[in-house]
């Protein structure tokens, strides 16, 4: 059973709007919250990280918000760019190993977001 | 630095045969893991290792096998290879600790005949 859900396989977004990708979660335990990102032919690149104990968490043209009452995080990309043209993996570390070296990461199936000019 | 590497680039099997898939980091980590990723489905945690001389099951572990060989090594093995395991495979690392992400190397583009 999917720890971390990503319900939208896609998300198509003109150039300078908004890019908004949704993840929820199923453990309320989860504490620690991570997305990826991934070109084709390369492997999986961290890009923002929240813990629970905040709400959001800005890098630039990266937020990622939380909503604990709802499980839902979601990352908000402003503006977008043609390079931001790549998959998005939501990822969460069990409550057990983020601060352990076990450090097993569960992931969605990801979004797939294209911004076009 | 190079990171996390992985060899090969690209292999193809036929049902049946075996193979070794490598993985290699120097960020002196010492955690490493294997995921496969198929079309749809994310990322995949199949082994991991904590730390030298320790590995795991993960999600997905049937079919496969696992060895570190040392701290920057760690492997991952078909013993007798299946169409279901045509897959792409990432190899990652990471440092134990909190608020540590997990690094991926480029990844293994498998096809299982």
């Known amino acids: 059973d999917q720890q971390v859900k990503q319900n939208s396989p896609s998300l198509s977004v003109q150039e300078g709007r908004i890019s908004i990708l949704n993840c929820d979660y199923t453990?309320?335990?989860?504490?620690?919250f991570l997305w990826y990102k991934k070109y084709p032919a390369e492997g999986p690149t961290f890009l923002i990280s929240i813990s629970s104990i905040k709400d959001k968490n800005e890098d630039g043209r990266f937020t990622v918000f939380l909503n604990k009452s709802a499980k839902h995080l979601s990352l908000h990309i402003v503006p977008s760019q043609p390079g931001d043209s790549a998959v998005y993996f939501c990822?969460?570390?069990?409550?057990?190993?983020?601060?352990?070296?076990?450090?097993?990461?569960?992931f969605g199936r990801g979004t797939q977001l294209t911004v076009w000019p | 630095n190079a990171g996390v590497t992985q060899t090969p680039k690209f292999q193809v099997l036929k049902t049946g045969q075996s193979m070794t898939l490598q993985c290699a980091q120097d960020?002196?980590?010492?955690?490493m893991y294997w995921y496969r990723q198929d079309p749809g489905m994310g990322l995949r945690l199949i082994y991991y290792s904590a730390s030298e001389g320790t590995t795991d099951k993960g999600e997905v572990p049937n079919g496969y096998n696992v060895s570190r060989l040392n701290k920057r090594e760690f492997s991952l093995r078909l013993e007798s290879a299946a169409p279901s395991q045509t897959s792409v495979y990432f190899c990652a690392s990471r440092e134990g600790g909190p608020n540590n992400e997990q690094f991926f190397g480029p990844g293994t583009r498998l096809t299982v005949l």
């Open positions: 990822a969460v570390y069990p409550p057990v190993d983020r601060g352990s070296t076990l450090g097993r990461l569960y």
């Open positions: 960020m002196n980590h010492n955690s």
């Open positions: 453990n309320s335990m989860f504490d620690y």
